[in-house]
């Protein structure tokens, strides 16, 4: 089994789950549309509450930066061999198995030091890539991915109500905007994350939507959660590639994310900030 991803840098903390969304003119709406075949109304309450699913979204500045972002909060995450919320002692012990296995995202490069690898860890890597590619994009599909457990449409609903400006942002590029980066969600699926798997490219914890206009959203990449291996290390077949990291935000967790490129690009595969692209209209 193969394990996960982190985060930014900067996080903005999720709304209060007791505050519903408002039905935005550019949210619900937009991931209801006639194509995506999902029926309307969307609890939001149940989709990230103390149980937290961990949404979030990228919004890249020139400096490539995410100053946006919510990494799957820190008392759902999976405590490997504990139950419930962890208590002071189990959270510092976590956190410094999280030190010693993982790095500091505020620390790293945005790519990885590709030649320092292996062949061996070069193939398994991309390797890893493939198979979490190939298990992850019928989940472009929005009701493939909530029956899947991935919730798009509350992850959407959640993240414009908690960032209002993203409904002006997704508007602008339905009137034909481009932008290098448009906005990503990262969508987290409950049950994949207590599933007793890591690095499992079948079952990857989150998913990265990126929006594409007119409603569309398309996978460009899948996250990792590494904790179900606490207290042993995570596994890391591709050595330096994957690497796994924490933040100052969320020092007992270890993500790591893997986004959607050509074989043969592994730097940017297992980059910290999404490829830059242009959106398609």
């Known amino acids: 089994m193969y394990d996960s991803d982190e985060d930014p840098t900067t996080i903005l903390d999720p709304a209060p789950t007791a505050i519903l969304p408002r039905r935005s003119r550019f949210g619900l709406r937009r991931m209801l549309g006639p194509r995506t075949g999902i029926v309307g109304t969307v609890i939001v ?26 990494p ?24 410094a198995w999280a030190s010693q296995y993982g790095q500091d995202r505020s620390q790293m490069p945005d790519l990885p030091n590709v030649a320092a690898a292996t062949p061996q860890q070069q193939a398994a890597a991309a390797d890893l890539l ?43 590029i339905d009137g034909g905007h481009h932008e290098a980066m448009p906005p990503v969600l990262r969508v987290v699926n409950k049950t994949n994350t207590h599933d007793g798997k890591v690095l499992d490219p079948s079952a990857p914890e989150i998913l990265l939507y990126q929006y594409q206009g007119h409603n569309a959203w398309k996978v460009i990449g899948a996250g990792y959660i590494a904790n179900e291996s606490y207290p042993q290390p995570p596994p890391n077949p591709g050595g330096p590639i994957i690497r796994w990291r924490y933040d100052n935000k969320h020092p007992a967790t270890l993500t790591m994310d893997v986004f959607f490129t050509a074989a043969n ?3 940017h595969a297992y980059a910290l900030t999404p490829p830059k692209t242009q959106t398609t209209t």
């Open 72 to 95: 799957p909060d820190q008392d759902s995450a999976p405590q490997g061999g504990t139950t419930g919320v962890p208590g002071t002692a189990d959270r510092s012990a976590q956190q």
């Open 130 to 172: 493939a198979k979490t590619q190939s298990s992850s994009t019928a989940y472009s599909d929005p009701a493939n991915a909530q029956a899947g457990g991935f919730d798009l449409p509350a992850t959407l609903a959640r993240t414009e109500h908690a960032q209002p400006k993203l409904a002006q942002r997704l508007a602008r």
């Open 45 to 70: 309450g149940t989709v990230l509450a103390a149980a937290a699913t961990g949404i979030g979204l990228f919004a890249l500045t020139d400096s490539g930066h995410h100053p946006f972002a919510t």
């Open 265 to 267: 690009d592994l730097a």
